[in-house]
């Protein structure tokens, strides 16, 4: 059995007929009918039911075209990966990532990446839900993601760069209220809950160093918190936040322009919820295109060093 033996298969599953499988593979139906009755001789069983008007897969004939769409998927990478190595990257790559990080930060990378590769065309699509890459035909999520065992088998994933989410505080409100020293004296403040989970009001952190890591036999600690106003809306919460209403926990590079321009204090600095690292997830492939294998190196390089913490001193 082989490549062309794959394509006959597939070709007779999706078309249901001999003549239009031989149309589409350029060949007569005569010698589609021959070449499909040495396959089945070969493997000792009969692929497909014909009727007058219509072929029908049987069981091991449907079995036979799933690993063919798999197997022919491979070698399409495959040929892809090759004709690619030398080449410069064309193609589209559509995207999703999350509202905010792709605005603020995703966005602008892209732009410079499409004018370094002027043959790629980037769709990016911004959501809050993360997508089915597969069926739904996106090539890759820019996403705040941290890998769980039971999801992980669904994608190609590659960490782009850490990430934490720092708590924050407008001066006003902390002029008015105090300020925390400790995460029990959260329990004594208003605290601006984004609903984006079941667990959203209780915030577990982490003693961290001054790059974000945790510190050796740093365990992480639970604070339950509650606060008149809360929302869905992450941007909603930080406006809430800069206009002096509470205590906010949201990703350092959502906020750090704020704590360059004082517009938001950190509260509990060497504190941090370390949940949620930034990923390249992928559909499973034999070999990725070279458009998706380049964007995925330059992004890394783009935010591996966390080029939003420039100038914090955090």
Same mark, same amino acid.
């Given at each position: ?23 589409e593979?350029?060949v ?6 021959k070449?499909?009755?040495?396959l089945? @001789? ?36 495959l ?5 690619d190595?030398?080449t ?7 995207l999703?990532? @999350? ?20 043959g790629v ?5 911004? @959501? ?7 069926s739904?035909? &996106? ?12 999801r992980?088998?669904?994608w ?16 006003a &409100?902390?002029?008015?209220?105090? !300020? ?17 989970n ?11 160093d ?10 992480p ?41 004082? !517009? ?16 390249w ?27 939003w ?6």
């Amino acid at each position: 059995m082989d490549r062309s033996d794959l394509l006959l298969v597939s070709s007779l599953k999706s078309r249901g007929s001999l003549a239009a499988a031989a149309a589409e593979l350029g060949v007569t139906a005569s010698v589609a009918s021959k070449r499909l009755a040495r396959l089945e @001789t070969e493997l000792g069983v009969r692929l497909f039911l014909r009727t007058t008007r219509r072929l029908a897969a049987t069981p091991e004939g449907e079995r036979l075209v799933e690993g063919a769409t798999h197997l022919l998927s491979g070698f399409e990478a495959l040929e892809q990966a090759v004709h690619d190595q030398h080449t410069t990257a064309v193609g589209t790559l559509r995207l999703a990532a @999350t509202f905010g990080f792709g605005r603020l930060w995703l966005g602008p990378a892209l732009a410079d990446f499409q004018q370094r590769h002027p043959g790629v065309a980037i769709q990016l699509q911004l @959501t809050e839900k993360l997508p089915d890459l597969a069926s739904e035909g &996106y090539d890759a999520a820019i996403w705040l993601w941290s890998p769980r065992a039971d999801r992980s088998h669904e994608w190609s994933a590659r960490r782009l760069a850490p990430n934490r989410r720092v708590l924050v505080a407008a001066p006003a &409100y902390l002029a008015a209220r105090g !300020t925390p020293a400790s995460l029990d004296d959260l329990a004594g403040h208003e605290c601006l809950v984004v609903r984006e989970n079941q667990q959203f009001d209780t915030w577990t952190l982490q003693s961290v160093d001054r790059e974000g890591r945790p510190l050796p036999g740093s365990a992480p600690s639970t604070a339950r918190v509650k606060g008149a106003l809360s929302s869905n809306s992450g941007e909603l919460v930080r406006d809430w936040c800069l206009a002096g209403h509470g205590i906010m926990l949201r990703s350092l590079w959502d906020v750090a322009h704020h704590l360059r321009d004082g !517009t938001l204090h950190p509260v509990l600095p060497d504190l941090a919820m370390l949940d949620a690292d930034i990923h390249w997830l992928a559909p499973f492939r034999v070999q990725a295109p070279r458009r998706s294998t380049l964007l995925a190196e330059f992004l890394r390089d783009r935010f591996e060093s966390q080029p939003w913490r420039d100038g914090l001193g955090v």
